[in-house]
Nanobody
């Protein structure tokens, strides 16, 4: 059974940094790609970035390019999201997800973590 567990969220001041982690257990062919999404209150779930376990190919969303970086550690079955120069508008629940393809659509991801709250104060 595939399980995703996020950690690393919290409260940070604007301009600060956080690193989110997502540990994956039970990896299969259907979890070839790991993605990060976020959802702010009253807004749709937004794609941030995705990465393949094999080869480390990356797809980035448009909204956070240059500030957020996705990476993975295959040996630890962990995917990271390094977030720099955080802004109050980055406040959201951040989710990691697993799927079979390097997609920016949340519907293409089959497995989801429980989410971790990131709050950026001004």
């Amino acid at each position: 059974q595939v399980q995703l567990v996020e950690s690393g969220g919290g409260l940070v001041q604007a301009g600060g940094s956080l690193r989110l982690s997502c540990v994956v257990s039970g990896r299969t062919f259907s979890t070839a790609v790991m993605g990060w999404f976020r959802q702010a209150p009253g807004k749709e779930r937004e794609f941030i970035a995705a990465i393949t376990w094999s080869g480390g190919r990356i797809r980035n969303g448009d909204s956070v390019q240059g500030r957020f970086t996705i990476s993975r550690d295959n040996a630890k079955n962990t995917v990271y999201l390094q977030m720099n120069s955080l802004k109050p508008e980055d406040t959201a629940v951040y989710y990691c997800a697993a799927g079979p393809s390097l997609s920016d659509r949340f519907s293409d991801y089959r497995y989801w973590g429980q989410g971790t709250q990131v709050t950026v104060s001004s």
